[in-house]
T-cell receptor, first 112, second 117 residues
């Protein structure tokens, strides 16, 4: 699976949009981009995923560049409860190779 | 659904003792994963099962670690003998998988915090 690069930490004011970048310059055509987050002392939680097109759900939006070498997770109105470590993962969906490899992620601190 | 259930939530044991961690995956999920998280190494995949069969155990640190999945609703991770460096949070996760292009998500349990003194 392709390697991802994320900034180690970011700050965001409550109510503002949080934009978390991820570089995955070696991504292959059949690899998806996944985002998970881990709130302190809890297990990671799925946020969103995408292949080529931008995606949006009730939690966040995922913007993938046209060359697919980078992506941005957007939390449109960050709250204090969004303080967490955010992981960007690329994964090939193949039978019997369904594992996720977590990197170091970005620690997002939302402040009042 | 109750989600992924792990027990115990906290375990404190002495070096050399056997430790058994338990996991009940979400009903209907056919893949189960064991992870270990420490400050130094982050979140590491230890082993995962598909349809109760171990698929990849390359992350299991050494022979002291073993994992079983006797049926679709139960898995154990055993450490024997335990050592202080095994202290970590151990997460179990489950998912429903199938097909080459079937994006999916893993659902994580609350974790077991293991302390070996």
């Amino acid at each position: 699976d392709a390697k991802t690069t994320q900034p180690p930490s970011m700050d965001c004011a409550e109510g503002r949009a949080a934009n978390l970048p991820c570089n995955h310059s070696t991504i292959s055509g059949n690899e998806y981009v996944y985002w998970y987050r881990q709130i302190h002392s809890q297990g990671p939680q799925y946020i969103i995923h995408g292949l080529k097109n931008n995606e949006t759900n009730e939690m966040a939006s995922l913007i993938i560049t046209e060359d697919r070498k980078s992506s941005t997770l957007i939390l449109p109105h960050a709250t204090l409860r969004d303080t967490a470590v955010y992981y960007c993962i690329v994964r090939v969906a193949l039978r019997n190779t369904d594992k996720l490899i977590f990197g170091t992620g970005t620690r997002l601190q939302v402040f009042p | 659904d109750a989600g992924v259930i792990q027990s115990p939530r906290h375990e404190v044991t002495e070096m050399g003792q056997e430790v058994t961690l338990r996991c009940k995956p979400i009903s209907g999920h056919n893949s189960l994963f064991w992870y270990r998280q420490t400050m130094m190494r982050g979140l590491e995949l230890l082993i995962y099962f598909n349809n109760n069969v171990p698929i990849d155990d390359s992350g299991m640190p050494e022979d002291r670690f073993s994992a079983k999945m006797p049926n679709a609703s139960f898995s154990t991770l055993k450490i024997q003998p335990s050592e202080p460096r095994d202290s970590a949070v151990y997460f179990c996760a489950s998912s429903r998988t199938g097909g080459q292009l079937d994006p999916y998500e893993q659902y994580f349990g609350p974790g077991t915090r293991l302390t070996v003194t």
